[in-house]
């Protein structure tokens, strides 16, 4: 059973960065596609960005000059950074990560709760 | 990008019912669509791929249809565990879009 279980500050300053890591147990993490999702308080899912098996990746449009994610194979982990951070980041961010041709979501991290505040 | 709209927001129901909720697709996206329920404070788990297969360990009286841009998810006779937050997400292309969500309320 695959598990994601991920970690990161939680509280930033507007202009910080934002760096978060993704650890994958139980199962392979070369083949699948891992991404990251964010939410802000009381609204719905946004899609940050992803790497697939090839390394290659894609992000969403309003964030893509500010978002880098990576992998570390050697440790079965990958990570997001956020440069830049504003109180409209403030979300919280999950990791998460699937298979298969449709690239859906099987498995989440538990989340973590970014806060942006001076 | 691909816009999803779902409809309705949200939804009052009762226990047994069957709720049907609807994401529509900018453009086609022909079968690359996924269902996550949510429930509060909870990160968002799987239900449906490709439109209409069912996820590993999730209960039979949901189910999906549609191809194109229209679809549907189902849920036949409505549990009390059932109510939470419904998301429909394309992965026909990047970014992969979610829409903005179907609360589903108990009634």
């Known amino acids: 059973q695959v598990q994601l279980q991920q970690w990161g500050a939680g509280l930033l300053k507007p202009s910080e960065t934002l760096s978060l890591t993704c650890a994958v147990y139980g199962g392979s993490f070369r083949g699948y596609s891992w991404s990251w999702i964010r939410q802000p308080p009381g609204k719905g899912l946004e899609w940050i960005g992803e790497?697939?098996?090839?390394?290659?990746?894609n992000y969403t449009p309003s964030l893509k000059s500010r978002v880098t994610i990576s992998v570390d194979i050697s440790k079965n982990q990958f990570s997001l950074k956020l440069n830049s951070v504003t109180a409209a980041d403030t979300a919280v961010y999950y990791c998460?990560?699937?298979?298969?041709?449709?690239?859906?979501?099987?498995?989440w991290g538990q989340g973590t709760l970014l806060t942006v505040s001076s | 990008d691909i816009q999803m709209t779902q409809s309705p927001s949200s939804l009052s129901a009762s226990v047994g019912d069957r709720v049907t909720i609807t994401c529509r697709a900018s453009?086609?996206?022909?079968?690359?669509l996924n269902w996550y329920q949510q429930k509060s404070g909870k990160a968002p788990k799987l239900l449906m791929f490709?439109?209409?297969s069912l996820q590993s360990g999730v209960p039979s009286r949901f189910s999906g249809s549609g191809s194109g841009t229209d679809f549907t998810l189902t849920i036949n006779s409505l549990q009390p565990e059932d109510f939470a937050t419904y998301y429909c997400q394309q992965t026909y292309s990047a970014p992969r879009t979610f829409g903005q969500g179907t609360r589903v309320e108990i009634k």
């Open positions: 490709a439109a209409s």
């Open positions: 453009q086609s996206i022909r079968n690359y």
């Open positions: 998460a990560g699937g298979s298969g041709r449709y690239d859906s979501l099987s498995w």
């Open positions: 790497i697939n098996h090839s390394g290659i990746t």
